[in-house]
């Protein structure tokens, strides 16, 4: 009875302490809460009742870069209090703190660490992606160091390196000729096991001995110790690591590849590719390890796979107000001055140093560009001016500078704010030919497909012009696809609708390229024409396809004749929309999907996830005749 209730205790304990660490872990890090309760789930059993684990606990972070995952981890197994048993592996090939052979193998570090056999550990195994085992066409890769890492990931138990014990032994019956024909006191050509090998005999053998005493080792003995190893069976000699945690933390390219490459990401709104990235899934990460792994490795990694979104607008901001006390607090302990940072700092330190895809690193290299060397100059240009230990000295900033304050006095700085000086469209005329463009775009899409895009801008810094911003779909239909073309379409529409023929400019080359594109998919892939098979050229005879695709080119410029003309209807029909978009663009630079709605006055209710209604189709199609015929 005392020890059940000992046991209850313990749990209660352990669990206590796990949401301890939780809602530290939150305090620390922004805007992952549902991912650190996540981690904590999964590494729940393995921590409050360890008796019961029999083979390692692996959980896979996935995530882009700079978005915490190794940080996560690390603090972790600092809380939990294993910081003494943590091996932290680069996959790539690059970690250090290991011997030449210890780093050719996980189980190699292991020995080297902290971690002892049989017991809990915790095992990060960074940068795996970077671990492929088949090429882009499935083909074998090459892979030399971390050979191991599948036998642990499978049961934790690790086979002796009988190829390497074999190598010893080669070198000492090499040893042993050599020493037969060696003068008595010819010291060189006697036999002497280095360092590193006596450490694998140490490890494989699991001899007791210290490496001092194995390294002098005569032949006899060793063949001795290896003779015995041999006799007993291999099975009693497998290293057991099966209570492992195992972290397998990586960046899956290949399941963001897809997502906002309309715009390079220093253009892209943290909230709006936060939103999409936290769409993916369990099978995003299989399909994504299927193409750098084998199934059998891809199994071995387990479905517990935690994916990582891209950071929200908060958390950058949370980030960034952290970040300014700091260095405020920092630069005022040493000058004696207190800093006061206007909220136009935080502002332009956002606006240019926060790229989404990049995660948190370009933000905290910012914070130190801008704020490291401004502080200082601003505390440098207040001292020399009078200013005593305990004074106030004020910050803001504008698109280009800092401006200190002190006593109403005022001094700019100059600062790091490239990104808003390439954002900034000053030319009028470039401005308002962007904004029809865009606006045209824009007011179109929200029109066939019942929603706002995700993001108009004509403020960008990645390239001279402006971008819509559009919600994926999962099935394109007919109707989709020309919907689709109208969009792409209707910038130049609207170019030809407000400037004229001899003033539409070259921007919409990019989109008649998108759009022939999709035209061509649609006749020629698809089937959404006349034709049924599908047209395409090639040079390879086993490829089966209609290499005829003369009879599709009149079809598909007829068909993107239509849609422009169709874009041309409905901007006329909409004009007073088109206008008040265009203005919005001009003053503001960008339009949200709730400033869309609000300026144009239509009524965007269609879910994002919304497909044609296929069930009704269905309902319909399953009716009887005559209630079809009513339908």
């Known amino acids: 009875m005392n020890d059940s209730l000992e046991l209850r205790a313990q749990l209660a ?5 796990l949401q301890t660490i939780a809602s530290q872990l939150k305090t620390e890090l922004f805007g992952i809460d549902a991912l650190i309760d996540r981690v904590i789930d999964s590494v729940r059993a393995w921590y409050v009742l360890p008796g019961l684990v029999s083979r390692p606990v692996v959980v896979c972070l996935w995530g882009l870069t700079g978005t915490g995952k190794t940080q996560l981890v690390r603090r972790l197994a600092q809380l939990l209090g294993f910081y003494d048993r943590f091996v932290e592996v680069q996959m790539d090939g690059f970690s250090n703190g290991a011997s030449w052979y210890g780093a050719q193998n996980i189980s190699g570090m292991l020995a080297q660490s902290g971690v002892r056999e049989g017991e809990p550990g915790i095992l990060v195994l960074d940068e795996f992606q970077r671990f ?7 083909n074998d890769v090459r892979v030399e160091r971390y050979q191991d890492v599948w036998a642990l990931l499978s049961d934790g138990r690790l086979p002796p390196a009988l190829s390497l014990l074999g190598d010893i032994e080669s070198s000492i019956a090499e040893a042993a000729f050599d020493a037969e024909r060696a003068d008595a006191d010819d010291v060189k050509r006697r036999f ?5 090998e006596a450490q694998e005999l140490q490890r494989n053998l699991k001899l007791d001995e210290p490496l001092m005493e194995i390294m002098s080792w005569t032949p006899e003995q060793i063949q001795l110790r290896l003779r015995d190893f041999r006799d007993s069976g291999a099975q009693q000699w497998d290293t057991d690591y099966s209570r492992l945690l195992v972290f397998v933390c990586g960046n899956l390219d290949e399941m ?12 892209s709104d ?11 899934s369990v099978i995003d990460v299989k399909q994504a390890l299927n193409r750098r792994f084998k199934p059998e490795q891809v199994a071995r990694l387990g479905n517990e796979h935690v994916i990582y979104p891209s950071l929200p607008r908060r958390a950058y901001e949370q980030l960034i107000a952290q970040g300014c006390a700091r260095y405020a607090a920092e630069t005022g302990a040493r000058c004696g001055l207190h800093f006061e940072l206007d909220a136009s700092v935080r502002e332009q330190i956002y606006a240019n140093a926060v790229f989404p895809a990049q995660g948190t690193r370009p933000l905290f290299s910012s914070l130190h560009a801008i704020l490291g060397a401004g502080l200082a100059k601003a505390a440098l240009w207040a001292l020399e001016r009078g200013a005593a230990p305990g004074d106030g000295v004020g910050l803001t900033a504008d698109g280009s500078r800092l401006v200190a304050h002190w006593r109403g006095q005022s001094h700019a700085i100059a600062a790091p704010f490239e990104i808003s000086r390439l954002r900034q469209r000053n030319n009028a005329d470039f401005r308002a030919l962007l904004a029809v463009h865009e606006a045209g775009h824009g007011l179109v899409h929200a029109l066939l497909f019942g929603r706002a895009p995700t993001e108009i801008k004509i403020h960008v810094a990645s390239f001279e012009g402006g971008y819509n911003a559009y919600t994926s ?50 006749l020629r892939h698809l089937g959404h024409g006349e034709r049924i098979g599908r047209c395409d050229v090639s040079a390879d005879s086993e490829e089966h396809l209609v290499t ?32 008040a978009l265009v203005d919005e663009l001009m003053a503001q630079g960008q339009v949200t999907p709730a400033r869309f709605a609000a300026v144009t006055g239509l009524a965007l209710d269609r879910p994002e996830d919304a497909l044609d209604p296929y069930a009704r189709q269905l309902a319909a199609f399953r009716a009887p005749a005559p209630e079809r015929r009513r339908a």
């Open 473 to 522: 779909r999962k099935v394109w239909s007919r109707q989709n696809l020309r919907d689709n073309l109208c969009t792409s379409l209707a910038g130049r529409a609207a170019e030809l609708m407000v400037f004229g023929a001899d003033m539409a400019s070259s921007g919409a080359e990019g989109d008649l390229r998108k759009a022939t594109e999709t035209a061509a998919r649609m």
């Open 192 to 196: 002497k096991l280095r360092s590193w």
């Open 256 to 267: 963001y590849e897809d997502l906002a490459t309309s715009v390079d990401d220093c253009d």
């Open 548 to 579: 005829d695709v003369e009879a599709t080119n009149a079809p598909i410029e007829a068909l993107l004749q239509a849609e422009h003309e169709r874009a041309t209807r409905l901007l006329d029909a909409h004009r007073d929309a088109l206008l």
């Open 270 to 280: 943290a909230d709006t590719f936060h939103a999409v990235t936290a769409k993916l």
């Open 13 to 17: 304990q352990r669990n206590q302490q």
């Open 132 to 138: 492929r085992t088949i090429d882009s066409k499935r």
